[in-house]
């Protein structure tokens, strides 16, 4: 959500994110973000598929999908008069499900989020981590823990924040991560890990080379193109022609809001 929002104030739709009641936005400092607390009148806003229904009875609502309809939250159907987007081509066929007009690969909303300032690999770093990474995956971390024996720690508890988890990455021999749909597992492939992602079955594997229906897009030239999409932000031109006619878009014009959903995860 945040770098969408970068990418379109960057291209002259000016943007902001709308923070939780009562919390702030966090500093993306250099992202061109900021936040925004007011009426939202005539303005366009943009829900993750988190957040239930229309909660700022916006007139002008998108819905961009990052994930399953109604899996980590947020409703499994949406109305007719949302703009619906999906985030990954994957999931176009659940997505489907969940609205009565089918969408095409038309309606992805792909945006790179892999920092090149914080993410990149350095072969001299020598490696001395095994690490764990959990987010999304409790219950499958809960069924089949790793073995004391390993010396595996927890990456969350060795990170403290977004910038020094380049640093951690490149250190890190091995990952094992419970959380089989996350961009993190590029992050750490691109830091030169091993990735290892758990099916239900409770089996270690390469996420690169499987075929579970909860994985990323694997493109076979990810680590040549991440900064290169990370910067691109030519990804809002069909964003935008996707949109209604109607609604009367223009470069220079405040229409736009974003819902915050979460904070950044890893």
Not at 2 to 21: E, K, M, T
Not at 163 to 168: F, I, N, P
Not at 171 to 180: L, V
Not at 222 to 239: A, C, H, L, P
Request: aromatic share 12%; glycine share 6%.
């Amino acid at each position: 959500m945040y770098r969408l929002c970068h990418h379109l104030n960057q291209s002259g739709y000016p943007s902001a994110v709308i923070p939780f009641p009562g919390g702030n936005i966090d500093n993306f400092s250099p992202w061109n973000v900021f936040g925004y607390q007011g009426k939202i009148d005539d303005a366009v806003v943009i829900y993750p598929e988190v957040v239930s229904g229309n909660p700022y009875k916006a007139a002008k609502v998108v819905r961009w999908v990052l994930n399953d309809p109604g899996l980590l939250g947020g409703e499994t159907s949406y109305e007719a008069n949302e703009i619906v987007f999906a985030y990954d081509p994957n999931k176009i066929g659940i997505v489907n499900q969940a609205i009565k007009t089918p969408i095409g690969q038309e309606r992805v909303l792909w945006v790179g989020v892999v920092d090149p300032a914080i993410i990149y690999p350095d072969p001299k770093i020598e490696k001395v981590l095994n690490l764990s990474f959990t987010n999304k995956g409790h219950v499958l971390s809960q069924k089949f823990p790793l073995a004391p024996t390993l010396g595996v720690k927890r990456l969350e508890d060795v990170t403290p924040d977004l910038s020094s988890l380049g640093d951690v990455l490149r250190r890190t021999k091995t990952i094992y991560s419970y959380d089989h749909y996350s961009n993190f597992l590029r992050e750490a492939t691109i830091c030169g890990c091993e990735v290892k992602t758990i099916n239900v079955k409770g089996e270690w594997h390469d996420p690169m080379k499987c075929d579970c229906a909860l994985n990323i897009l694997w493109s076979p030239d990810f680590r040549e193109i991440y900064k290169t999409q990370f910067f691109d932000s030519r990804v809002v031109d069909n964003f935008i022609a996707e949109l209604p006619s109607k609604w009367n878009l223009r470069k220079g014009s405040w229409f736009w809001r974003f819902v915050k959903s979460s904070n950044h995860s890893f």
